[in-house]
């Protein structure tokens, strides 16, 4: 029996080419479309599931207020506030802290910038890392100590057994490796080469660095009690440290509070100040798990819908099966069996898809999906299920419906086609076009607001800008002569503009917060955070950033060590309401008086997706974190680097040199949104190819089926013209239909996406409008191709062949 229904089967699929490509094309572009974004989506979720205690360990996440407003959000918090915490709740079986740390670690003639972690003993007992060499018990009890990963261990030591070892940093200190683990996986938060211990902190700065309150920058990890209910410990620790720190921060009219980030939440759902990392998108990975939605329901449609209106073509054969004593639940199985087929070729070929489109999608993602993803089981049950619930979904209607026709009326050939079916078929197209609109009008708003990020006045110029991240390992005594000649003989080449110093530059959010300060006249409860900029007399006009009112700091003030100039959104928060009030105020700034004398215009530090910032800039002309090189119009950039290069050699030996072109880094920013618009909009293509395919193949059945009443229209003297708008109307009205249904969805979708952003385009009716028209164009082109041809028929042959 088995045998009969594949023959049968076989036979069908064969006779039928056009439409059993059409289903399995459009099936298996669905399917591995939906494989890919699966294992995306997959992957952006497993982030640290691999910690065998991760749904029990919490990150201590800080939140700042002033005045009651919260004002900053941070990844890290108080150096005291593990501890703290630790000793009072039970609740807490275990605390990890870490604060990073960018350093030269050298061994022998080998010499890296490094970011580091201090880290105290308890890190590695709560975290599931595997250990290669030594023991990770006690690995970091002792001062001086560190631990580093299997490929820190081939990058310093080659073969060598690195235990024992000694590694020193540009602090002069000398560290011994007690302990190598593995490499850290791609889907965690948290990656690092080197710990070193946290009992060095304590050893040089003091036991007070374990308990104090007024410095920030540690990551503090919690590993909770089994059956702990992290709301009520959160609201417990809240009512604790509002007794215990509380007081001294309603002094600066400040607040402070904690929040229990479950550990396995940081790499979608958490995007604050110090992230270990750049983290994922929650909103932006699900986003695409709809499409992928969309896509596999729209290649099922089309099966549906193909496959009804190839009812009439197949009732002949209903009738006489019927006839010849087949029973209904036969027949069922009869068409079952086909749909199995059809999605068993879908499902291997979707299977040679992905194979093959793996690496375009790695390029796209920014991820390293591998060739392994086949081994899991995981990938092979999505298959599975995607080929059972594609056959049950996609065949059982068809299968029900065919099966139902009655075979007297057929074979006495008054079987008509169902204004149910036909119904039925314009409702699923609708569904299939509504979703193509979405996506269409969704990547239009992506790559709208791209360009708008992209093309906007920054309120600074970062064109031709060569930046080095200033040295290290520097005599102090010296520091301030050596960086004088070094931009002296930096200028003295031809090529070269301005050579500037600071703090910090565009492209990153500025790493000196300075809480606590107010004007000097006003008291406690006035303070509020600021992040400061150190710069040189160059700064300014050196990336164009306008002074508004006042000054630039200048040589010719040698008061000008203890002036400062604010941005119009500091000015706005320290309670002045236009530039001429701040001039000449007095600041105080962590006990030291400095004086206002100018006020600049809001800058971009950051992307677009940030809201300004409120800046204070400090004069610091000697300061050793940025050297930037501004580069003369028409210059060869790399002729630039290899002499600044060569020179960095001679004035600050010891040091690596490294560099970055800031108007690539500080495009770097976007590059989550360009991939989410690269494969959003891919998908959406692929969304509206295969909803088309099953259009063409809905308009080549139909206009199959009314041959005889084309003929006899262009008989009667019906133009080519007429009958295209008689063929086509009946597609081009859901398709319409679609577009009204899909576009208040779509301004729901594109209204919640676009509150990611502080600077974002306005939602307007042409991005509703292009991509509408866009996909019309593309349908009738497509309904064309069928229409046209039998529009053009000879009626003669027509009716001959009716």
Same mark, same amino acid.
């Given at each position: 029996?088995?045998?009969?229904? =594949?023959?049968?089967?076989?036979?069908?699929?064969? &006779?039928?080419?056009?439409?059993?490509?059409?289903?399995?094309?459009?099936?298996?572009?669905?399917?591995?479309?939906?494989?890919?974004?699966?294992?995306?989506?997959?992957?952006?979720?497993?982030?640290?599931?691999?910690?065998?205690?991760?749904?029990?360990?919490?990150?201590?996440?800080?939140?700042?207020?002033?005045? *009651?407003?919260?004002?900053?959000?941070?990844?890290?918090?108080?150096?005291?506030?593990?501890?703290?915490?630790?000793?009072?709740?039970?609740?807490?079986?275990?605390?990890?802290?870490? #604060?990073?740390?960018?350093?030269?670690?050298?061994?022998?003639?080998?010499?890296?910038?490094?970011?580091?972690?201090?880290?105290?003993?308890?890190?590695?007992?709560?975290?599931?890392?595997?250990?290669?060499?030594?023991?990770?018990?006690?690995?970091?009890?002792?001062?001086? #100590?560190? %631990?580093?990963?299997?490929?820190?261990?081939?990058?310093?030591?080659?073969?060598?057994?690195?235990?024992?070892?000694?590694?020193?940093?540009?602090?002069?200190?000398?560290?011994?490796?007690?302990?190598?683990?593995?490499?850290?996986?791609?889907?965690?938060?948290?990656?690092?080469?080197? =710990?070193?211990?946290?009992?060095?902190?304590?050893?040089?700065?003091?036991?007070?660095?374990?308990?104090?309150?007024?410095?920030?920058?540690?990551?503090?990890?919690?590993?909770?009690?089994?059956?702990?209910?992290?709301?009520?410990?959160?609201?417990?620790?809240?009512?604790?440290?509002?007794?215990?720190?509380?007081?001294?921060?309603?002094?600066?009219?400040?607040?402070?509070?904690?929040?229990?980030?479950?550990?396995?939440?940081?790499?979608?759902?958490?995007?604050?100040?110090?992230?270990? $990392?750049?983290?994922?998108? *929650?909103?932006?990975?699900?986003?695409?798990?709809?499409?992928?939605?969309?896509?596999?329901?729209?290649?099922?449609?089309?099966?549906?819908?193909?496959?009804?209106?190839?009812?009439?073509?197949?009732?002949?054969?209903?009738?006489?099966?019927? %006839?010849?004593?087949?029973?209904?639940?036969?027949?069922?199985?009869?068409?079952?069996?086909?749909?199995?087929?059809?999605?068993?070729?879908?499902?291997?070929?979707?299977?040679?898809?992905?194979?093959?489109?793996?690496?375009?999608?790695?390029?796209? #993602?920014?991820?390293?999906?591998?060739?392994?993803?086949?081994?899991?089981?995981?990938?092979?049950?999505?298959?599975?299920?995607?080929?059972?619930?594609?056959?049950?979904?996609?065949?059982?209607?068809?299968?029900?419906?065919?099966?139902?026709?009655?075979?007297?009326?057929?074979?006495?050939?008054?079987?008509?086609?169902?204004?149910?079916?036909?119904?039925?078929?314009?409702?699923?197209?609708?569904?299939?076009?509504?979703?193509?609109?979405?996506?269409?009008?969704?990547?239009?708003?992506?790559?709208?607001?791209?360009?708008?990020?992209?093309?906007?006045?920054?309120?600074?110029?970062?064109?031709?800008?060569?930046?080095?991240?200033?040295?290290?390992?520097?005599?102090?005594?010296?520091?301030?002569?050596?960086?004088?000649?070094?931009?002296? $003989?930096?200028?003295?080449?031809? *090529?070269? $503009?301005?050579?500037?110093?600071?703090?910090? %530059?565009?492209?990153? &959010?500025?790493?000196?917060?300075?809480?606590?300060? &107010?004007?000097?006249?006003?008291?406690?409860?006035?303070?509020?955070?600021?992040?400061?900029?150190?710069?040189?007399?160059?700064?300014?006009?050196?990336?164009?950033?306008?002074?508004?009112?006042?000054?630039?700091?200048?040589?010719?003030?040698?008061?000008?060590?203890?002036?400062?100039?604010?941005?119009?959104?500091?000015?706005?928060?320290?309670?002045?309401?236009?530039?001429? $009030?701040?001039?000449?105020?007095?600041?105080?700034?962590?006990?030291?008086?400095?004086?206002?004398?100018?006020?600049?215009?809001?800058?971009?530090?950051?992307?677009?997706?940030?809201?300004?910032?409120?800046?204070?800039?400090?004069?610091?002309?000697?300061?050793?974190?940025?050297?930037?090189?501004?580069?003369?119009?028409?210059?060869?950039?790399?002729?630039? %680097?290899?002499?600044?290069?060569?020179?960095?050699?001679?004035?600050?030996?010891?040091?690596?040199?490294?560099?970055?072109?800031?108007?690539?880094?500080?495009?770097?920013?976007?590059?989550?949104?360009?991939?989410?618009? &690269?494969?959003?909009?891919?998908?959406?293509?692929?969304?509206?190819?295969?909803?088309?395919? *099953?259009?063409?193949?809905?308009?080549?059945?139909?206009?199959?089926?009314?041959?005889?009443?084309?003929?006899?229209?262009?008989?009667?003297?019906?133009?080519?013209?007429?009958?295209?708008? =008689?063929?086509?109307?009946?597609?081009?009205?859901?398709?319409?239909?679609?577009?009204?249904?899909?576009?208040?969805?779509?301004?729901?979708?594109?209204?919640?996406?676009?509150?990611?952003?502080?600077?974002?385009?306005?939602?307007?009716?042409?991005?509703?409008?292009?991509?509408?028209?866009?996909?019309?164009?593309?349908?009738?082109?497509?309904?064309?191709?069928?229409?046209?041809?039998?529009?053009?028929?000879?009626?003669?042959?027509?009716?001959?062949?009716?």
């Amino acid at each position: 029996m088995i045998k009969n229904y =594949l023959k049968i089967a076989l036979r069908n699929i064969f &006779k039928h080419k056009t439409f059993s490509f059409i289903n399995i094309f459009g099936l298996s572009i669905g399917i591995a479309a939906f494989l890919l974004i699966v294992q995306y989506v997959s992957h952006e979720t497993s982030y640290d599931k691999f910690q065998e205690k991760g749904d029990r360990i919490f990150r201590l996440q800080q939140n700042r207020y002033n005045d *009651g407003k919260l004002t900053t959000q941070w990844a890290a918090g108080a150096a005291g506030v593990g501890k703290a915490v630790k000793d009072v709740f039970p609740e807490i079986e275990a605390m990890a802290k870490l #604060t990073p740390d960018d350093v030269v670690i050298s061994y022998k003639d080998k010499k890296f910038n490094q970011k580091v972690f201090y880290t105290n003993n308890e890190f590695l007992p709560m975290f599931s890392y595997k250990t290669i060499k030594g023991a990770s018990k006690d690995a970091l009890k002792e001062p001086l #100590t560190a %631990v580093i990963t299997e490929s820190a261990a081939k990058k310093y030591f080659g073969n060598e057994d690195p235990i024992g070892k000694v590694i020193s940093n540009d602090k002069r200190s000398d560290f011994k490796i007690t302990a190598v683990v593995a490499d850290m996986p791609a889907n965690t938060h948290l990656k690092f080469e080197i =710990l070193l211990s946290f009992a060095t902190y304590l050893k040089f700065l003091g036991p007070e660095t374990e308990t104090t309150f007024d410095w920030d920058g540690f990551y503090t990890y919690i590993l909770l009690t089994p059956g702990t209910n992290p709301q009520r410990l959160e609201q417990k620790i809240k009512t604790y440290l509002d007794k215990k720190i509380g007081p001294e921060y309603k002094k600066r009219n400040e607040s402070v509070e904690y929040k229990l980030q479950p550990m396995r939440d940081i790499h979608l759902y958490s995007s604050y100040m110090m992230e270990a $990392e750049t983290n994922g998108n *929650g909103q932006s990975v699900y986003f695409l798990f709809i499409i992928a939605i969309f896509i596999i329901i729209i290649a099922w449609i089309n099966y549906i819908n193909l496959s009804t209106a190839r009812a009439i073509d197949r009732a002949k054969e209903v009738g006489v099966r019927k %006839v010849m004593g087949s029973y209904r639940s036969q027949l069922i199985i009869q068409f079952m069996f086909e749909a199995l087929l059809i999605n068993l070729f879908a499902v291997a070929f979707a299977f040679v898809l992905v194979l093959i489109s793996l690496p375009l999608f790695n390029s796209l #993602t920014g991820k390293e999906l591998s060739f392994l993803l086949i081994a899991q089981p995981q990938f092979w049950l999505v298959m599975f299920g995607l080929f059972i619930g594609g056959s049950l979904l996609a065949g059982l209607y068809p299968a029900f419906i065919m099966s139902s026709f009655k075979p007297i009326t057929v074979l006495k050939g008054k079987f008509t086609r169902s204004k149910k079916g036909a119904f039925l078929r314009q409702s699923l197209v609708i569904v299939q076009f509504a979703s193509s609109v979405i996506l269409m009008v969704g990547t239009f708003c992506v790559y709208s607001q791209l360009n708008f990020m992209q093309s906007q006045d920054l309120g600074v110029n970062i064109d031709r800008t060569l930046v080095l991240k200033g040295p290290s390992v520097l005599d102090t005594a010296t520091y301030k002569e050596r960086l004088k000649t070094f931009k002296t $003989e930096l200028l003295n080449t031809s *090529g070269i $503009e301005k050579v500037i110093v600071s703090t910090s %530059v565009p492209g990153k &959010k500025v790493g000196w917060n300075a809480g606590g300060i &107010k004007l000097a006249e006003d008291g406690p409860d006035k303070t509020n955070q600021y992040r400061v900029i150190g710069i040189d007399h160059d700064f300014l006009d050196a990336y164009e950033i306008k002074v508004i009112k006042g000054r630039n700091f200048s040589k010719e003030f040698s008061t000008d060590k203890n002036a400062v100039l604010f941005n119009e959104m500091a000015l706005k928060l320290i309670g002045f309401n236009n530039p001429e $009030e701040a001039l000449n105020r007095k600041i105080d700034f962590w006990g030291d008086q400095y004086t206002i004398i100018g006020v600049v215009a809001n800058h971009h530090q950051e992307g677009l997706r940030q809201n300004y910032d409120a800046h204070i800039f400090r004069l610091t002309p000697t300061s050793s974190n940025f050297y930037s090189v501004k580069i003369k119009a028409n210059q060869n950039p790399q002729q630039i %680097v290899q002499t600044a290069e060569k020179k960095w050699n001679e004035f600050f030996p010891g040091n690596p040199f490294e560099y970055f072109f800031l108007d690539d880094r500080y495009q770097e920013q976007y590059n989550a949104d360009k991939q989410f618009g &690269k494969t959003f909009g891919l998908f959406a293509i692929l969304a509206i190819i295969v909803a088309c395919m *099953g259009l063409l193949g809905l308009a080549s059945f139909v206009t199959t089926q009314r041959t005889k009443e084309i003929g006899i229209r262009k008989i009667s003297g019906a133009s080519v013209t007429k009958l295209l708008l =008689l063929l086509t109307k009946d597609f081009i009205k859901p398709v319409l239909v679609s577009f009204i249904i899909a576009v208040p969805i779509a301004y729901y979708l594109l209204n919640q996406w676009l509150q990611n952003y502080a600077f974002k385009i306005a939602i307007h009716p042409l991005m509703f409008i292009v991509p509408a028209l866009f996909i019309l164009i593309i349908a009738i082109v497509t309904i064309s191709t069928q229409t046209l041809k039998a529009a053009n028929a000879n009626p003669v042959k027509s009716l001959r062949t009716e």
